[in-house]
């Protein structure tokens, strides 16, 4: 997932040249990358043609069916009704189309409360998320890109901190929040959002290959000051790394669950995973409404947005991963 | 009655409600002692005056009461925070108590979970409100689990005396009898699972509340409870009884591996697969709004005796209004709380499909005649308000029934996966309690 993986053979890699002897462009970084002559015969498949494994097809589609099976099952449930899903098999569609219907149940139940937290879910996102990969690339940047004293014990802490589960945190960070008075309001579930160790590493990995120090030091020889050396040199250069932190960030908030959970009691204020799951204890509940439809069609609509974001972000990111893995 | 998944979030919620919560009660130990006797002039004058009362419950009948409360007193402002899960509620409470901030003016509590938090005095004790006189007012299974001795820490909010209930259609079909005893019971299972290999007799996938539920109705006491001394154990005749009964259940296969409260089970309710469910009298309204298909098809029954004749009946599930010691407004709580409990609220609530745990409403001649129009027209209150005559008062949960109740899946559970008889799996239940227990500080027998 990091850049990095196959260039740090290549000593410091922000400054090193590029190593002589290849052409530019070679996909074989990896391998290919020595330039000593091989002595056992090259294997089978050539990089334009991959060579074709009966068993590795077949696990391929077996690890394609597990996922998209659960998938299938969730867009076939939201076409039915309460009664339908309790009559039909999960994996095909039953007697009733109620999909449109389902959606438009899901909007209007309890006073459309649905869209609220649809909005809050979004609030959370662009604020925490948003907000999270700003400080990741503000921190990234720096941590590569400059010389300080105690850079690594950073460096141990961040480490660290990719460790710590979120859930380990959350009851310490709630009592924290209760004594500064930040509970059950938007703050309680935005604050703690901003902090991504992960997406700070990832940043700071990122930094490192994709912006040469010539780069930095040519803009600072023209009279740049440091915030326009890096709003104008630096921040696009990191474009596909930030988008990768930003995908990262806006799903781990978006699913946030556990966090909302312990800082929220007002239903107003619940993100979307809160909600639903508000909706699905009501099967658990004396008198209860029992409403599994709307929770199955209201998952659906949850995970809409995200699957459009990976799609339409997919390529920024795929050109993040690849960034310096070759050297040119 | 509700049941209890995100053992995650108990274990969180148990942590910071014992590890922070001590030191948040060291804070507050003297305040029960000068309490002072809160008259009914005063909670009238404090109505006159007004405020806002925070309640934190699910209970949906409450909304009515809300409402009916507030126009009587209209200076009065009833915040129904409506939480709709027993895990995240709890979550929330502990924590809430722990953090000292933002504690609620009444919380539902369950009968099992009273004790909890009683115990750690963070329910205000209610005897100087003059609850003591409601006594009479419930059957004493309820009233049981909100009092100790002179102190009562709730106001019972409903009951869940046991029935059977069974899909009539389904043992018609297969001309089985209804089962009056246990041991009918498990010749019941036998015969309908093999009229039809699709039928269980009922699920259980190992469940702590209807255990205990079964323990209570067969005589067993594990529990005993006097102060911070405690004991557990799960060696008498009463437990023999229910392990060996049900452990032929298992051993056969004859009970569906579901968990209640899933979509699975709704299914198997509602298509005939799982033939029957001993549960609490509140049972009626979750077959109306859950199974609504098989809407005709199922009826109430007494729960079947350990020996022939025999009544005795057991509580499953049920809670109680109780008044937080951080809450403020105590008066006005204390006044909504009996109004919903004990006074106008309670046949409000009883309309909308509530069990009650009053004798009045349970003895009345409207309550004990209403027809079910789900179960064919069957007087199924009749069925109720017996068992809740005859429902032991001498049955007491844990301490820490909540953290014993998390762990019942890890210990009794393995009998329902492996060949761990469920004996031993209650013996290693028991273990891992006094194991618990003891930590926390208890003296554990």
Redesign the interface.
Known sequence: MTSTGSTSSAGSPATAASPSGHPSGSVHAADAGKDAPRLRTPRRHTPGRPGRSVPLTVLTGLVLLYTLVPLAWLVISATKT??G???SSGLWFGDDFALWDNIGQTFTYDDGIFLRWLLNTLLYVVLGAGGATFLAILGGYALAKFDFPGKRAVFAVVIGAVAVPG?AL??PT??MF??M?L??SPWAVIIPSLVSPFGLYLMWVFATEAIPVELLEAARIDGAGEARTFFRVALPLLAPGIVTVLLFTTVATWNNYFLP??ML???DWYPLTLGL???N??????????I?NLVITGSLLTIVPLIGAFLLLQKYWQSGLAAGSVKE | MRRTHGRLLRGIALLSVLALGATACGGSDGDSSDQKPVSAEDIQAALKKGGTVTVWAWEPTLEKVAADFQAKYPKVEIDLVGERSGDKHYTALSNAISAEKGVPDIAQVEYFAVGQYSLTKGLTELSPFGAGKLADKYTPGPWNAVSDGDKVYGLPMDSGPMALFYNKKVFDKHKIAVPTTWDEYVDAARELHKADPKVFIANDAGDAGFATSMLWQAGSRPYTVDGTKVKVDFSDAGAKKYTDTWQQLLDEKLLAPVNGWTDDWYKGLGDGTIATLASGAWMPANFVTGVPKAAGDWRAAPMPAWTEGDKSSAENGGSSLALPALGKNKELAYAFAEYANAGDGVPTRVEQGAFPATTAELRSEKFRDTEFEYFGGQKANEIFADSAANVADDWAYLPFQQYANSIFNDTVGKAYVSDTGLAAGLKSWQDASVKYGKEQGFTVE
């Open positions: 309460q009664e899903l309790a009559d859930t959350a009851v709630f009592l209760s004594k008075g509970t059950d959970l312990i009691k007002d239903p799951s508000s909706w204890s009501q099967a658990e509940t004396i008198g209860g409404d029992v599994f």
